[in-house]
């Protein structure tokens, strides 16, 4: 009698547990995004958030957390229940480079956070003023070289940051990274020549280097940008393990269970392949990519590897 009372106990404490995953999602999806309204990182999840809103019947709120290098945003959702329910978008900075340059840093992203779905891959281009010498990589480097001084270097992430000093290793050049608040005043100091170069997203630089007011000497992605088609890529200039993207993913708690993840995956999948969301990725920059959240993690944790080596080769140690 004991034994059936026992069975009849544990069925009805999973029950609830198994239904709430049969019906998910039963309320409102939050999505915390570390940046402001407006970025590159908000755009995605509110796009093909509403779209999936739409598919499920439930809404679907971006809430931004801006500050502390993300680390607001990613202690929020590290706060919320494993239930699905509250999701970060989890971007470079916080979930690769972050654990590298940051000291005592309140969470793990890799171990305490699982991807969901990836939006796409960006290249990061490096861009110098319309009258700095050297057409291609070797050239520039070898006219650094001659003026004897370390190379300036604009940029506004940690994870840009870590791509300069990347560069100069590979091209042995000494390298001196010029923090900026964003893309734009990096831009034009380079024009302006205040300073000879910058590490920057492609996709703010592409029209001002189509304009010719700076050129874009060189690209990390795999192959050319559509973009960008007469930029060529650091693999193609001879450096070919020199590979690197910036990029965001939707994010749940590593305790999530399996079936709101695939239930999410399935969902932001259907609207990127959308013909919506086809003619919204027209309009972006970003390499979409098909990748499985396992995939996805795969990628992830080469990513951080990546990040963590150039750091060490560079000496840089988190502060």
Request: aromatic share 8%; no cysteine.
């Amino acid at each position: 009698m004991k034994r059936i009372l026992l069975a009849i106990s544990l069925t009805s404490a999973v029950a609830p547990a198994v239904q709430a995953q049969q019906v998910y999602p039963a309320k409102s999806i939050r999505i915390v995004v570390p940046f402001a309204a407006g970025s590159g990182s908000d755009a995605n999840p509110r796009f093909y958030g509403e779209w999936v809103a739409k598919l499920w019947g439930q809404s679907i709120v971006v809430d931004n957390r801006p500050g502390g290098s993300g680390i607001i945003a990613v202690q929020t959702v590290k706060g919320a229940a494993a239930d699905g329910y509250t999701l970060l978008t989890g971007t470079t900075s916080t979930i690769s480079v972050n654990p590298v340059v940051m000291k005592d840093l309140p969470h793990d992203p890799i171990k305490e956070f699982r991807p969901v779905i990836l939006f796409g891959l960006s290249p990061t281009v490096f861009v110098v003023g319309p009258n700095v010498p050297g057409k291609t990589v070797k050239e520039f480097a070898a006219a650094m070289k001659k003026s004897g001084n370390p190379l300036a270097v604009g940029n506004y992430s940690a994870g840009y940051e870590l791509l300069s000093h990347w560069f100069g290793l590979v091209n042995g050049l000494a390298i001196t990274p010029v923090p900026y608040k964003g893309g734009s005043p990096v831009m034009t100091d380079v024009i302006g020549g205040q300073i000879p170069s910058g590490m920057i997203d492609s996709g703010g630089a592409a029209p001002l280097i189509r304009e010719g007011r700076m050129r874009g000497l060189v690209l990390t992605g795999e192959a050319r940008a559509p973009i960008l088609p007469d930029v060529p890529t650091m693999k193609e200039s001879g450096f070919p393990d020199f590979v690197s993207y910036s990029w965001s993913s939707i994010f749940a708690r590593t305790e999530t269970p399996d079936a709101i993840v695939n239930k999410l995956y399935e969902g932001f999948k259907a609207a990127m392949a959308s013909p919506e969301g086809r003619a919204y990725q027209a309009t972006r920059t970003a390499l979409v990519v098909n990748y499985t959240p396992q995939e996805i993690r795969a990628f992830v944790n080469a990513d951080a590897d990546r990040y963590r080596k150039i750091a060490q080769a560079a000496g840089i140690k988190p502060r």
